[in-house]
């Protein structure tokens, strides 16, 4: 049986997947570098990230708006630059019946 790996966020469908926005989010709070894109990771160590990414949202409320400013920045910065090679690669914001 074959061992199911993420592709990494470069080689994500668009980048704005589930786990995309996992490795996202896990730059936000440094618990990856910023060119860390997870290729190659097994899905229980994608499991543990987002958990540990869930974790640290729910001390901010899940929202975006109530990270410290510091934070908030960086999310706005690596958010704005995804959305832009999501949108590249043929993302649309609209879901669709396989979304």
Request: with cysteine; net charge negative; charged share 30%.
């Amino acid at each position: 049986m074959q061992k199911m790996t993420y592709p990494g966020f470069s080689q994500d469908k668009h980048g704005i997947t589930q786990l995309g926005r996992v490795v996202l989010d896990a730059r936000v709070f440094g618990f990856i570098a910023e060119t860390e894109d997870c290729a190659g990771w097994d899905l229980g160590r994608m499991q543990a990230l987002v958990e540990r990414v869930d974790r640290e949202w729910d001390k901010h409320g899940n929202l975006p708006s109530s990270l410290p400013p510091e934070l908030r920045a960086r999310h706005a910065r690596f958010y704005a630059e995804a959305i832009v090679r999501a949108r590249e690669h043929g993302w649309d914001a609209e879901l669709d019946d396989d979304e």
